[in-house]
């Protein structure tokens, strides 16, 4: 899918531009052009990002190959930028990452992505309801969907920390592997969250901080609130992290301490068993093989097989040891 919106430095509003008309486009540099390529083939898009937008051959081949960890390089006439959208699912305990690659200019953004991305939607959809926000420029038109993208990771975050919590009342209720299991994915994710929010704060710091043509000054302030979110994120995820790691060794307490008291429990009925099976296994019980027989030696081995547990049940009890 291919979209489009243009504003003209006269100030008209177009949707749905074609490609035969992007140049001329391209020469309002009054106007404003936003291409958004959603799940388009290579070999449909190479074409126009090098003929008409003139882009360099590394960074299109970078922009139609996923998996590039977040990211801004300045190729001059234009940014080239890499940014992860992310949605967590509750039910698998999974972190997804939603690629969107970015190319700035003076008057242009084009962007693209493979599948359907949710910040990128709202902006468009915010775009076409609110045609003034194309009135600022391509740099604040990037802000914007930067903007959305960093509101993208709080309700991931507080996510996280909801399972956190339930994890926690499971580890203090009635542990299983299923806890265990749990724990573990919640780390990956946490894992994963700190690999993508720490590129993209340094990506925010570098639009908020140093001088890009296509970014007018008065507007880096707008990045450097981007960057401090991504910086709160940050510490957010590493003191998750660190309950996440806590949670563990309170797991790993919890199932010792009821082995523990399992092993005990086995240990004294074992002890408590123990008398018996000596008398009962001397000479196999065979009282008639003992020099004193009858039903008296019966009464006083029985007597002697109760007594002896008993005692030493008490003498447990009276230890602390049960």
Excluded at 140 to 151: H, I, M, N, V
Aim: charged share 25%; net charge negative; glycine share 6%.
């Amino acid at each position: 899918m291919i979209r489009t919106l243009y504003r003209s430095g006269k100030g008209g509003y177009t949707t749905d531009v074609p490609p035969t008309h992007w140049r001329v486009a391209l020469r309002d540099t009054d106007g404003l052009l936003w291409v958004d390529f959603c799940d388009e083939k290579p070999e449909k898009l190479e074409p126009l990002l090098r003929d008409v937008f003139k882009f360099h051959s590394l960074a299109i081949e970078d922009a139609l190959r996923d998996a590039h960890v977040p990211r801004i390089d300045n190729w001059g006439d234009y940014l080239y930028g890499v940014v992860h959208g992310v949605v967590f699912n509750r039910e698998k305990v999974e972190l997804e990452s939603r690629e969107v690659d970015i190319f700035l200019g003076r008057n242009f953004v084009v962007t693209h992505h493979a599948q359907t991305v949710d910040f990128v939607d709202r902006l468009w959809t915010n775009c076409q309801s609110d045609q003034r926000r194309l009135e600022r420029g391509a740099d604040f038109l990037l802000y914007d969907l930067l903007d959305l993208l960093a509101s993208t990771y709080m309700p991931v975050v507080d996510a996280i920390d909801d399972t956190v919590d339930h994890l926690e009342d499971e580890v203090f209720g009635n542990p299983t592997q299923h806890t265990l299991n749990t724990l573990f994915s919640v780390k990956r994710v946490a894992l994963q969250m700190r690999r993508l929010i720490g590129p993209q704060r340094e990506v925010m710091n570098r639009l908020a901080r140093d001088e890009y043509a296509m970014i007018d000054a008065k507007d880096r302030v707008y990045f450097r609130d981007i960057y401090d979110q991504f910086v709160r994120l940050a510490d957010i995820n590493e003191s998750l992290r660190d309950l996440l790691s806590g949670t563990l060794d309170t797991y790993l307490s919890v199932t010792s301490n009821r082995m523990n008291e399992i092993m005990k429990v086995l240990t004294v009925v074992t002890v408590l068993f123990m008398p018996m099976t000596v008398l009962t296994g001397f000479f196999g019980m065979n009282f008639d093989a003992l020099p004193l027989h009858g039903g008296g030696v019966l009464t006083i081995a029985i007597v002697i097989m109760l007594v002896v547990p008993l005692g030493m049940f008490w003498f447990f009890r009276r230890r602390g040891w049960m």
